[in-house]
């Protein structure tokens, strides 16, 4: 240990300055801001930070952005002696938290070195503050059971072991990542990721210039790219990213039927748009649109899946419904996703969709009611007027896949006309799995009459079909 300083001239503090919003700074962060005679600011916190610090304060830039120039790390630790050395206080300010990825360590370790006390005041770091600003909850049980931190660009000691990472099947949150975004979501895939597992890019989080992408693992990078994210940015790679597919989903939504709504002015147009696609995030509303992984596999998408769920329905339960109803027929041969319209908002049901890339697709009570169903039930009849919603929204979807193809325009997916007449789906689509019942959410698949298909898969064990009376879909 170097030889110990007066004690009036030891004292230094590393301050976490939070992701960026001058309102996430803590109480103690902005005292201890007061008392410096000098600061030391890295790139990335928020000037308006800098209100706390004594109008005498000397303020010195030394940068430190990952990818750009910036003070070398010994000159920051030198800088900060020189001035405790002349008897000043320091404060080291640091966006986020100065202990993940700040190197605070490193200034902490040569400062106590030298003898000098210092006050580690942390911060919110970016890495929980960014996924949140989406509604991204890191550590979401339904979705992981913990989650990992971890640098991608490799300094220091290296590139991290990706594959170790996927092994985890933990959240990963990447800081300083998107430079070699591509080169880590490859790694990712080769290390046996699946592709459609979802992703978040956070650019400048918490702050009103913020902006974000979602997509899936397999399309992410060219659709980060895209949009022209850049650094400082936060990276999100898991299933809690579905969290925010789902709520942009939402949102869309609302903001979609708000829209018709009021161009409508009256019930009918409203019913009318209600039988249109919901374009989630990450999918297409166009079947000859969409390249995503199944196409990419040389597999066609010909099922039209028809669901009922009761209110507050998880996701996990919605997905595990489909799987037991398909049996052997492949998951990535879902086109879409259909249901009544009073289901527009079900939470679960869009995270469903949009963790899938699986367009939405809502029919009116009208449309629904003028298909027949195969187990007639008194409670669904009771509750919303139909006889049943999973085999009519599977029959209806897959008759508007018909109508969309042969359409001169394929944008325009809703057919209004077919979609009314209850011949079309009986001339137009087959029902390959009744209705089935699982976790109390119904189940039904359909796919067009003259959609090219391997076999007529049998219905699986782990299916059984819904009792008529027993629940309201």
């Not at 009544?340 to 890339?357: N, Q």
């Not at 009771?382 to 018909?402: I, K, M, R, T």
Request: charged share 20%.
């Amino acid at each position: 240990m170097g030889r110990p300083m007066p004690a009036a001239m030891t004292r230094a503090w590393l301050i976490g300055a939070g992701p960026g919003d001058v309102e996430l700074m803590t109480l103690k962060a902005t005292r201890a801001l007061g008392e410096a005679d000098v600061v030391l600011v890295d790139d990335l916190v928020n000037p308006d930070v800098l209100q706390f610090a004594r109008a005498d304060a000397r303020v010195v830039y030394v940068g430190k952005r990952g990818g750009h120039p910036s003070t070398p790390q010994a000159e920051i630790v030198a800088q900060m002696l020189a001035h405790l050395r002349a008897g000043r206080s320091v404060a080291r300010l640091k966006g986020g938290d100065p202990f993940v990825f700040g190197r605070g360590g490193e200034e902490l370790e040569a400062l106590e070195a030298e003898g000098i006390r210092v006050d580690v005041i942390n911060g919110i770091t970016a890495g929980i503050a960014a996924p949140a600003t989406l509604g991204i909850a890191v550590t979401h049980r339904e979705h992981a059971q913990g989650v990992v931190f971890v640098t991608g660009h490799g300094a220091g000691s290296g590139k991290p072991d990706w594959a170790a990472l996927v092994a985890t099947r933990m959240t990963l949150v990447i800081y300083m990542g998107m430079r070699r975004l591509a080169e880590i979501t490859a790694a990712l895939l080769a290390a046996g990721m699946h592709a459609d597992t979802p992703c978040a890019a956070i650019e400048a989080a918490t702050r009103p210039e913020q902006r974000h992408a979602l997509a899936p693992l397999g399309e992410f990078a060219d659709t980060v790219a895209r949009k022209g994210l850049g650094s400082p940015a936060i990276v999100v790679i898991g299933g809690v990213a579905s969290l925010a597919l789902a709520r942009d989903a939402a949102q869309s939504n609302s903001e979609t039927r708000h829209a018709r709504l009021d161009d409508a002015g009256d019930a009918d147009d409203t019913a009318v748009a209600e039988a249109r696609p919901i374009p989630l995030p990450g999918s297409a509303t166009s079947a000859a649109g969409r390249t995503d992984s199944a196409q990419r596999a040389g597999l066609t998408k010909t099922l039209s899946v028809g669901i009922g769920c009761r209110s507050h329905s998880t996701a996990a339960d919605i997905e595990a419904a489909v799987r037991a109803a398909l049996g052997t027929h492949p998951f990535a041969r879902i086109a879409g996703v259909a249901t009544i319209g009073s289901k527009a908002d079900e939470a679960g049901l869009l995270e469903f969709c949009a963790r899938h890339a699986l367009p939405l697709q809502l029919f009116t009570r009208e449309q629904i009611a003028a298909i027949p169903v195969t187990s007639p039930s008194a409670a669904a009849h009771a509750h919303l007027g139909v006889d049943g919603v999973c085999e009519p929204c599977a029959l209806l979807a897959a008759s508007h896949a018909v109508a969309s193809a042969n359409a001169a325009n394929t944008a325009n997916v809703a057919n209004t006309a077919n979609a009314a007449n209850p011949a079309t789906p009986a001339s137009h689509a087959l029902l390959l799995v009744p209705k089935t019942v699982h976790a109390g959410i119904t189940v039904a698949i359909a796919r067009a009459s003259n959609a090219p298909h391997a076999d007529a898969a049998p219905q699986s064990s782990a299916t059984r079909p819904a009792p008529p009376n027993q629940d309201p879909r």
